[in-house]
T-cell receptor
Framework: RKEVEQDPGPFNVPEGATVAFNCTYS??????FFWYRQDCRKEPKLLMS???SGNEDGRFTAQLNRASQYISLLIRDSKLSDSATYLC????????????FGQGTELSVKP | EAGVAQSPRYKIIEKRQSVAFWCNPI?????LYWYQQILGQGPKLLIQ????????DSQLPKDRFSAERLKGVDSTLKIQPAKLEDSAVYLC?????????????FGQGTRLTVV
């Protein structure tokens, strides 16, 4: 089993749609979680950290379920500029801050 | 604040040749990562340094890959000899390493093509 697994995608949605991405992780000792965004042929950039109580930043909401070892990202009112690959990242601080990436979920927002 | 610098941006080599990549992390960042990202996949951790010590290199193919961070600042990643399957983007990232929610900053990567 992969350490971090994401929905395979791609997701093709119209502008204004709501879309949700799911991610599961295998190491129950993992301590912090992130969503990164990667545009085509660019480097990954941090989108959101995921806090245990869930957190929201504008149109983006991230949630964590430690019991199920599951992380989600919800994007509301999708914009064309949201088209990118979304990477789920898990950090195990006890392993010296090892950052493990999922395979990414591609989102394409169409007019 | 300057970001993570990587060079070269692009490299094309023949199989069995050697190649080296360079990374200069953000000033003061103790933790440095090298990732390999094959087209269509997520970044795969190759090696992680904390200052000049190796924290994790469990997925580094040590028969052909090597990395060093001698003075705890710059780092180099070398492949010798290269194989066709090494074609990928090699990403360097750095963090302060100070806490569990510390953000990782990435360089623009080196795109390697092995022919």
């Amino acid at each position: 089993r992969k350490e971090v697994e994401q929905d395979p995608g791609p997701f093709n949605v119209p502008e204004g749609a709501t879309v949700a991405f799911n991610c599961t992780y295998s190491n129950s000792a993992s301590q912090s979680f992130f969503w990164y965004r990667q545009d085509c042929r660019k480097e990954p950039k941090l989108l959101m950290s995921v806090y245990s109580s869930g957190n929201e930043d504008g149109r983006f909401t991230a949630q964590l379920n430690r019991a199920s070892q599951y992380i989600s990202l919800l994007i509301r009112d999708s914009k064309l500029s949201d088209s990118a690959t979304y990477l789920c990242v898990v950090n195990d601080y006890n392993q010296g801050g090892k950052l493990i990436f999922g395979q990414g979920t591609e989102l394409s927002v169409k007019p | 604040e300057a970001g993570v610098a990587q060079s070269p941006r692009y490299k094309i080599i023949e199989k069995r040749q050697s190649v080296a990549f360079w990374c200069n992390p953000i000033s003061g960042h103790a933790t440095l990562y090298w990732y390999q990202q094959i087209l269509g996949q997520g970044p795969k951790l190759l090696i992680q340094f904390q200052n000049n010590g190796v924290v994790d290199d469990s997925q580094l193919p040590k028969d052909r890959f090597s990395a060093e961070r001698l003075k705890g600042v710059d780092s180099t990643l070398k492949i010798q000899p290269a194989k066709l399957e090494d074609s990928a983007v090699y990403l360097c990232a750095s963090t302060t390493g100070a806490g569990i929610r510390t953000e990782a900053f990435f360089g623009q990567g080196t795109r390697l093509t092995v022919v």
